[in-house]
């Protein structure tokens, strides 16, 4: 079910308005519960498609029960890989082709998003975090949520619970404008800014892909602009998508965690981590970084080490988050370039502060030069490495590379470094010297204005969406 399709538009009003017919709390959770297994309903074109993702849930629920029964860190333990073999086992990776596949087509979206949710319960059940009894109806409405069932948000399920069907929801005016000005704001993004991102993608990425062809400088230009074109398309798809389902979740009486706080304007690629893909980076970093952490100090306790432990935590991390992303070798390499980027972005903060001093250190972060410098930096890294999940074969992988060489990934990454430094310097001198701010809350003033603006936005998705003739897919699906 695409989130531009009419046929989404007819189910979201459907829900929204069965949701809203009566208060009871049972009530309101069968609703949910329907809508999730009619939204999954709608991916399937044969009964036979859902059910590895019904033995997958269910594999879940017999782990979770075991765990309520045994909170035994050996029960955790065989519950994990229980779930972690049915999941590569199902998502089919590449380099475990050796295990065979069932032999008929069947649903994989969502599954990436369901191990996280059970994965989190089995942790926390085992822990103590989580004593309240999740019954199989509960545990399918979280674990199934239609509003993240794609991509996330990743939610705790101690949240969940305390908004499943019991929010005493307040539909006033002010409530529900919120609400779809976020929906009409994700769409901007998604229908609007995304398409054409992506259709200007779509038109000079071949060019970078053929045999032969582009004299060096231009391939050097063309893929600069295409990884860039690339970067802006995911952004404000993902970022889009987030908007409209937690606006739709405003509308349900759920308040869905936020997964992007403005990203470029991070002054290095571990502030970018904590403000892109919040929910997942959260996740890693309570789930596994930590108690990686915590492990290998018990191996190596020397106070000396502790930055250089975190460093090996941050590649085994991004590594696990690069082969969760995609099923090829290349996102094995996705992940590797991503914990290389957090490492060396520790090493320099130890270095910095081992040879400035605390106080020195965080004066030449905080001066205009190094702000705008180290945003560059951070951005033009995240590009590069992205060319991982438009380039997802390894043979076409390793052919641009070679072409480009040192000197043109080099060249590439000073050029994009700079362009975006100077533009966010750019940008940020004249919404300080006009006073003009950018943000798509600004116009909150009467209700004719605010009116206006919801109108604007509406009228310019369908004329993009006419003109491009093309109804974008949410990228995340795929991954």
């Not at 380039?391 to 992988?397: C, G, I, T, Y």
């Amino acid at each position: 079910m695409s989130l531009t399709s009419p046929l989404f538009f007819a189910f979201l009003a459907a829900v929204v308005v069965a949701f809203h017919i009566s208060e009871s709390v049972a009530y309101r959770r069968f609703v949910l519960g329907a809508a999730n297994a009619i939204f999954i309903a709608s991916y399937l074109s044969d009964v036979t498609q859902v059910l590895p993702l019904a033995a997958f849930l269910a594999l879940g629920y017999v782990c979770v029960s075991a765990l309520y029964l045994r909170q035994s860190i050996l029960v955790l333990a065989a519950g994990v890989v229980a779930i972690l073999c049915c999941y590569v086992f199902l998502k089919r990776f590449s380099f475990f082709e050796g295990l065979g596949q069932l032999p008929f087509p069947y649903l994989t979206v969502g599954l990436s998003y369901i191990l996280f949710r059970i994965l989190h319960i089995m942790v926390d059940v085992r822990s103590g975090d989580l004593v309240e009894r999740i019954g199989p109806l509960a545990f399918f409405r979280f674990t199934c949520n239609f509003l993240c069932f794609v991509s996330g948000p990743i939610q705790r399920y101690q949240d969940f619970s305390a908004m499943d069907g019991k929010a005493a929801v307040q539909l006033d005016q002010s409530v529900v404008y919120a609400a779809f000005s976020r929906i009409a704001t994700g769409y901007v993004k998604f229908v609007i800014i995304a398409a054409t991102a992506d259709y200007a993608f779509t038109f000079l990425s071949p060019h970078l892909l053929q045999p032969t062809g582009l004299p060096f400088l231009k391939l050097c230009a063309v893929y600069a602009t295409v990884a860039s074109l690339y970067t802006v398309y995911l952004y404000f798809n993902f970022s889009g998508y987030m908007d409209i389902v937690i606006g739709i979740g405003t509308l349900l009486g759920q308040q869905l965690p936020e997964n992007f706080d403005k990203p470029f304007s991070a002054r290095s690629f571990l502030e970018f981590w904590q403000r892109w893909h919040m929910t997942l980076s959260q996740w890693f970093k309570l789930y596994l970084f930590n108690p990686l952490v915590m492990l290998l100090m018990t191996w190596l306790p020397s106070p000396a080490l502790t930055s250089y432990l975190g460093v090996l935590a941050f590649f085994i991390t991004f590594g696990v988050m690069g082969v969760w992303h995609g099923t090829t070798a290349v996102f094995v390499i996705y992940g590797l370039l991503m914990g290389a980027g957090a490492s060396i972005n520790k090493l320099w903060q130890v270095a910095c502060t081992g040879r400035l001093g605390k106080k020195r250190y965080r004066a030449l972060t905080e001066s205009t030069a190094y702000i705008y410098v180290a945003r560059g930096l951070t951005v033009a890294y995240f590009v590069l490495a992205l060319t991982c999940l438009w380039v997802p074969e390894l043979p076409q992988f390793t052919h641009l590379f070679a072409r480009l060489g040192v000197a043109g990934v080099v060249g590439t990454f000073i050029v994009v470094a700079a362009a975006f430094s100077m533009a966010a310097l750019s940008l940020d001198f004249f919404q300080a010297r006009l006073r003009i701010p950018i943000t798509l809350s600004a116009l909150q003033g009467g209700e004719i204005t605010k009116n206006l603006h919801l109108a604007g936005k509406m009228m310019a998705i369908v004329a993009v969406a006419t003109l491009l003739h093309k109804a974008p897919d949410f990228v995340y699906k795929a991954f």
